[in-house]
């Protein structure tokens, strides 16, 4: 159980253009959702917080404007990088937590997305 | 506010040898601990978690870490390493209530033949 998946694995698109990454639940229902960006050889960073039904909460720093989430449902939170250039290359953590388990804070992740910018 | 801090960078013990991964962390609060586990472009594992209760957590492929208030510490071992515990490791910490989770730098893990 509690598992994670993201779509698509791995994206190589042009200077300009946009790209989506999907983050499901497969079989639990997330309020929460959290993307990360990590760097090669480094840590996760923690880019914005997705709340179900509302607007995603985002870290210092992080452009809202360029980094679009959108969490329309329990199962599924999107990544929309807009207007991407070769600085956004990285690869995207997105996690889970269960609905409801407040007391633990245990996050579930997906598989993460590198997305690679020409 | 809360930070993890974990010792080294980079870990090389030989297959059989004992793992120990350092990881000490700063809380305001009564922390949660957590180990995760990544291997090369997959997502994280969880390894193991500390919330309350026993200060020995055991978790899978036969790693457990030690929960010390007094060392405010979370340190990750395993008795005998394979082969297939080479990846990279992060300790993380967050608290009741809270919704973040801050993890530390991570840990590459070697384990020599």
């Known amino acids: 159980g509690a598992v994670v998946s993201q779509h698509p694995s791995w994206v190589i698109c042009k200077s300009g253009t946009s790209v989506k990454i999907e983050c499901r639940s497969l079989?639990?229902?997330?309020?929460?959702m959290f993307w990360y960006r990590q760097f090669p050889k480094q840590s996760l960073m923690l880019m914005a917080t997705?709340?179900?039904?509302?607007?995603?909460?985002?870290e210092q720093g992080v452009e809202k404007d360029k980094f679009l989430i959108n969490h329309a449902s329990l199962t599924l939170s999107t990544l929309t990088v807009t207007s991407a250039h070769p600085e956004d290359s990285s690869f995207y953590i997105c996690?889970?937590?269960?609905?409801?388990?407040?007391?633990?804070?245990?996050?579930?992740f997906g598989p993460g997305t590198r997305l690679t910018v020409l | 506010a809360q930070s993890v801090t974990q010792l080294g960078s980079h870990v090389s013990v030989s297959e059989g040898a004992l793992v120990l991964l350092r990881c000490n962390y700063s809380?305001?609060?009564?922390?949660?601990l957590f180990w995760y586990v990544q291997y090369p472009n997959q997502g994280l594992q969880l390894l193991l978690k500390?919330?309350?209760?026993?200060?020995l957590v055991k978790g899978i492929n036969g790693f457990e870490a030690e929960f010390k208030k007094s060392e405010t510490s979370f340190h990750l071992t395993k008795p005998s390493a394979h082969m297939s515990d080479a990846a990279e490791y992060f300790c993380?910490?967050?608290?009741?209530?809270?919704?973040?989770?801050?993890f530390g730098a991570g840990t590459r893990l070697f384990v020599k033949a």
């Open positions: 079989d639990f229902q997330a309020t929460t």
């Open positions: 500390y919330t309350t209760g026993a200060t």
């Open positions: 993380a910490v967050s608290s009741t209530g809270g919704f973040k989770t801050i």
């Open positions: 996690s889970a937590r269960v609905g409801g388990i407040l007391e633990d804070n245990e996050q579930f």
């Open positions: 809380s305001s609060v009564p922390p949660y």
């Open positions: 997705s709340n179900e039904g509302s607007k995603a909460t985002y």
